[in-house]
């Protein structure tokens, strides 16, 4: 999908939006993973019916707990990777 914005634009919109984020999450200032995913879909029916705009966005950060460290990735990539694998 093409933005009709040019890319200086987008690019400051984008990093914007991260930074709004980082700040909602009150993240200290540490080091941990981030996972932005942005996705639009447009939907066209072959029955003529008006075409639809879908939008899903997720955040995730990676977290630590007992010092235990679970990265954003293997959250979002691994843990649905493996139960695929398994349900296999």
């Not at 700040?23 to 996705?39: G, I």
């Not at 008006?50 to 995730?60: D, F, I, K, S």
Request: aromatic letters at 6%; hydrophobic letters at 40%.
């Amino acid at each position: 999908m093409e933005t009709q914005e040019d890319p200086k634009t987008f690019m400051k919109n984008l990093l914007g939006t991260l930074r709004i984020c980082w700040m909602q999450k009150n993240v200290k200032m540490e080091r941990r993973d981030m996972v932005l995913l942005h996705h639009e879909v447009e939907v066209e029916f072959p029955d003529g019916r008006p075409m639809e705009n879908h939008y899903a966005t997720l955040l995730e950060f990676g977290r630590t707990k007992d010092r235990k460290t679970t990265i954003a990735m293997g959250l979002t990539v691994g843990i649905p990777a493996a139960i695929g694998a398994l349900v296999l």
